[in-house]
């Protein structure tokens, strides 16, 4: 078998592409395969196929920083990653594969009066949804964290946003767990196969051309995270996005010393220690739109000199890897969910910085729209795109875990 991504994961092996399937995903990151997942176990339409230009989980998906939590802003906000957050914790079960599910709870440093008031407005929507998050001291950051520096680049940690539900997971296990559990059911993951066109026909999705061909089916779900306006213009769509590199680094391993994830966005910073000892640390988009997934030296210094900041000794560790995704930045940053302007042609986009956290509730969601016909679920209904018509963004820019 010279096929390239054979695996041990016991994914069954593609088939040619049919003509036609009932339903088409493009992207075959995790939202893609988080949807095929839920459309064949808890709708049972699984002549369905997953589209996908590169290989399984090879994009945003493999590039992430894992984090999970649900301490958003908004109410609209809290209460759709709240049920991700939920849903991630019986994943490994749902898999019957382990996707290292860690719970280990997210600190966010304040360093004005300003941050600690936002912070007092999280910790009670939070708490509203049922989530576990409070506003607490500099003595108590001090006893969850005794090796950060209280007063890092001169900015005196003055509280701290402690949200116990915050977790990490494996992001590349996520990916496989639904890729198994959607392709034994009978859904087909065609990787190396590039969706080149949309075939619309009198306002309505009939179909996609590929590099491998052309397959017309009932209705389209588009899922590719970075790339979201370059397939949705082959629609005719044009999404009110902003392309922007996100990077991520990782050091050589040292012995554990940090349980929560650490975050502080006035140092445009967030630090966490992996269960192998690595240190990852991750900040802002780089400064300008682009479509590159180049690693930059100027990042890499500002970051390091943030990390090094909170945490002076890792001015000793080496530096293992640097990487970067492309990610899609909505004005509100929040995600663009549901339908689109073509009929049959569903959006899952605008996922931004913050889309890893949201992969089971995605999948979830975007399966019973495509099940019920097109009847939007209520959780997503706040994230359509018409949104931005109508001046009723979700606004979630001061939730995000480092400012970009
Ligand atoms: P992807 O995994 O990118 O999948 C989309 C797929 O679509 C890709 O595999 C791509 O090859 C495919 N595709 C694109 N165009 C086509 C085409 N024409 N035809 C066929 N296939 C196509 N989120 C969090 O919640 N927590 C974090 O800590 C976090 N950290 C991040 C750190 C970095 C450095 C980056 C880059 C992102 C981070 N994110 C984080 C965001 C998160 O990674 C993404 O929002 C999420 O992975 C999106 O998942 P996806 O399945 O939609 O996208």
Redesign the pocket.
Known sequence: NDYPFENDIDLPLPTELKKHYDVVI?????????TAFYLAKYHGITNVAI???????????????????SNYLTSEGVRFYKESVDMFKGLSNEFDFNIMYSSRGQLTLAHTDATIRSFRQRAEVNTHFGGKTELIDPQQIKELVPTLNMNPADMPVLAGLWHMDGA?AR?DAV?WGYAKGATQRGVELHQL????DVIIENGKAKG?K?NRGTVSCGCII??????SS??AA?AGIKMPITTY????MVTQPVKPFLDPLVSSSALHC?VQQTGRGEIVF?GGSDPYPLYNTRSTLDLKESLLASAVEMFPFMANLKLMRQ??????MTSDYSPIMGLSPVENYYL??G?????????PI?GKSMAELVASGGKVPEIIAPFAMDRFDVFRQVNEMGAT?ASH
Not at 222 to 227: E, F, M, N
Not at 245 to 248: I, M, R
Not at 323 to 328: K, Y
């Open positions: 493009i992207g075959g990151g995790g939202h893609g395969v988080a589209l996908e230009k590169g290989y399984l989980g090879g994009g945003n998906t493999a590039r992430n920083t894992a984090v999970i939590r990490t992001h990916a196969t590039e969706v080149t996609v590929t588009q899922a590719v995270a970075g790339h370059i397939v082959m590199p996100l990077q991520a967030y991750g990487w970067s995704g492309i990610t899609d899952d986009a996922w931004g910085t913050w889309g890893f956290k949201s992969t995605c875990a």
